[in-house]
Structures are given as C-alpha cells and as structure tokens.
C-alpha cells in the first residue's frame, strides 16, 4: 500500500479578504513531490483557504492512487484539531468543508500532525503564488509556479502529466490534453476584485447504442445506458479531470446514461453525485429512437417547422428548444448561486450543454444547429459575480484520442 504526505495551507490578505491555497502531496518513502495543486479563491477567511488547501490535497492523493493511505501536515491547529476529532467545527463555512476532506478516503486511512510554519514553507509558498496570481486577474498554473521552477534546475525535464517543469523560456509547448485540462482553470478577463467565478465544466455523457446511430434519444425515450466504447470514454474522461483536480463537485442529469458517467468520474476523483432535473435532454416526442432521415420521411411538415422555429415542438408533444432554454437558464442560476466562486462537473446532454454556451455567448437559436458536441466531449463556461459569462472551452475530445 503506498503512502503519501500531503502538506497544505490557506491564506487570506484581510482575513476575509483576497485569499488562496496550496497543497503538496510526496511519496512518504521517497520524499518525491508528485503533484502541487494551488488555486485563487476569490474573498474568503483564512480557515476556509486553510480548509481547501487541505480538500484539494486529499482529492490530489486520491486521483494518484484511491488504495494509498495519506499522513497529512499542516501549521493550522485549528483544523489538525478539527479534522483529528479533538475540536468541534462550529463556523458555518468549515463545517461542510471538513464534511468532504472527510469523505475522499476512507475512515481510519488519513492521520493529521501539527506542524511549525517554517516547516510547511513548500504548500505556504503556493498559496501566496495563487493569491498573486489572483490579484493579476490569473489563476495559478504549475507550468509557472516559481516553487516548481525552483526545485528542477537544469535542462527541460518532461513530468508524467505532460507539464513543462523547468522555466517557460524552455518548456515545450503542453500537449491537448494539457491545453484542454488547463482551460478549466483560465480566469479570463474579470478583475481580480471580483472573486472567483461559478466554473461549470460540461461533460457530455458518453456513448450509447444509440449515438453512433446517429438516432434521436432525448428524456421521452428508453432511456439507454452506455454501451462498452461508452463507459471507455467516461473513464477517459474521469482520468483528465483525476490529473487536473479541479472538480470541486459533480451534478447530473437523471438520465441513466448521464448517471453512469457521472458515477464513473465521481469513483475516480473521490466525490458524491447529486443529481439535477433540469439537466436532462430534451424531450423527442414521437421522434425518440429515429433518425433524422426517418423522421424527415415520416413527420417532414413537423420537422421543417421546428427547424424554421425554437418554438415548435417535435411530433406528439415534445419540448421546444425555447421550452429547454428556459428550463437551461434557471437551472443555470441556480447552481451559480449554489458554487459560487467553485468548479463543478455538470455531466448532461447535447442540447443542455449547447444552450448554456448559446446563452453564455447572446447567440441566437439557430446556434444550436451549427455545433459539434462529441459524446464524452468537455466544454467549460465561467459565471462572474457581474453577471457576465466566459466560454473557455468547447467539444474538447484531445482525452478520447
């Protein structure tokens, strides 16, 4: 069984005030640091920094290997008491924190020590990388961490999940999946005053034996699961968010396809699954199950009148695409106020995750018939406090390839 150290810390300029994290996890034989993850948080306390930097530590273990037991050491006794069981949380903000540190490896697998802050320089140094790099309106990358850089002199040195580890001037370029991954942390153009957005990372559920059929398959239908090159590509998948460690948590659509791929992503990355009604497909109608050719054949003045309109409606009462965009923008308020200033997993449909990038951009309806969304493709939306939104990514499948 491998063990790692998991080091981390949290700060905050204003106690609350701009605030970020650091984490670091080793190889407890070795002393090898094996994965750095820091973030920029937006306004926030510096326990509840200290707390996230513990969280992202723990899922940073876990994605190296779920089976490993983790000792972890951090200069805050706050929450070594805390998470030891010797203190009870009484603030509202840690309480759910400390619930999903708590959740990523089993009871009796993690142990906690105290440790002087002089001894916790490496996570230290991270969290004030992050909070830098938040005040530039950025968000931190390992590609340009200077602790990173520090600690690899010397000629370009290539590490396992493709980052550069040496400084920018020679680091080769980063491959797709890199460029992909990093999108998901991109902090695009708001101030840094601003906080965090609401990060919604869109995973289209993977195959069924309906897709390479090309066969319409909405809510209205037989609800399929995934077929075997399905649950292949939601593990692809699973295996490119594991390395990044941003997913802070995951909701789904209902359906059982989006289930099954959201179950896969959460085994690997050690978190629960919620699931969300609006984030089902749209209903087909009497269309569910056929092609487009069959339906052109069989139902063509219906069919030319809902591609003419988003307010038509397919044969036998289906939903409209208008009616699927309204049910899209409340479901979309309603999780950016539930993550602020998080990153979250929305595993859903084709025309679910098209509309909240046709909302996001002000495009028109017929957008929605001038995209590509592969199964298992990946797309990421940003939600500002100033009710502006980013597209960052759109059907990424670099992790199919």
Do not use: C
Not at 94 to 105: I, S
Not at 116 to 137: V, Y
Not at 198 to 205: E, G, I, K, N, Y
Not at 235 to 262: D, F, K, M, N
Request: charged share 25%.
């Amino acid at each position: 069984m491998r063990e790692f150290i998991v080091e981390a810390d949290g700060g905050s300029r204003g106690n609350p005030g701009p605030a970020g994290y650091g984490a670091v996890v080793s190889d407890a034989a070795t002393g090898e640091t094996l994965r750095e993850a820091a973030e920029y948080i937006g306004v926030a306390t510096n326990n509840v920094a200290e707390y996230r930097g513990l969280l992202a530590g723990l899922r940073a273990a876990h994605a190296l290997d779920p089976a490993a037991t983790v000792h972890v050491r951090m200069d805050s006794k706050l929450v070594i008491e805390q998470m030891s069981g010797r203190w009870k949380i009484k603030h509202p903000d840690m309480k759910p924190l400390a619930a999903d540190a708590a959740r990523v490896f089993p009871p009796g697998r993690v142990t906690y020590e105290w440790i002087p802050r002089e001894r916790n320089k490496h996570a230290d140094r991270l969290a004030n990388e992050a909070m830098d790099a938040g005040a530039r309106g950025e968000q931190w990358s390992e590609s340009t961490s200077t602790a990173e850089l520090d600690a690899r002199p010397g000629p370009p040195d290539v590490s396992s999940s493709g980052s550069a580890s040496t400084a920018p001037a020679t680091a080769p370029e980063p491959d797709a999946d890199a460029r992909a991954a990093q999108a998901v942390a991109t902090p695009g153009w708001a101030p840094a005053d601003m906080g965090a957005p609401a990060t919604f990372v869109l995973l289209r559920h993977g195959e069924t034996p309906l897709t390479p059929q090309k066969r319409f398959s909405g809510s209205g239908g037989t609800d399929p699961a995934l077929s075997d090159a399905g649950r292949e590509q939601a593990e692809r998948a699973a295996a490119l968010l594991a390395r990044r460690g941003t997913i802070q948590a995951i909701v789904s659509s209902p359906l059982a396809r989006t289930r099954e791929t959201a179950g896969i992503v959460a085994a690997r990355l050690g978190l629960d699954v919620s699931l969300d009604e609006g984030l089902r497909e749209t209903d087909f109608g009497a269309w569910e199950g056929l092609t487009f050719a069959e339906v052109r054949e069989r139902y063509p003045d219906d069919l030319n009148a809902w591609l003419a309109s988003p307010d038509a409606e397919p044969t036998g009462g289906g939903e409209s695409f208008a009616a699927t965009a309204t049910r899209i923008a409340a479901t979309r308020d309603k999780l950016i106020a539930a993550y602020a200033g998080r990153t979250v997993l929305l595993v859903t449909h084709v025309t679910p995750i098209k509309t909240f990038v046709r909302l996001a951009l002000g495009a028109p309806p017929e957008s929605l018939f001038r995209m590509e969304l592969s199964a298992a493709s990946l797309s990421v939306v940003a939600y500002y406090a100033d009710g502006n939104a980013s597209v960052r990514l759109l059907n990424d499948t670099s992790h199919l390839r």
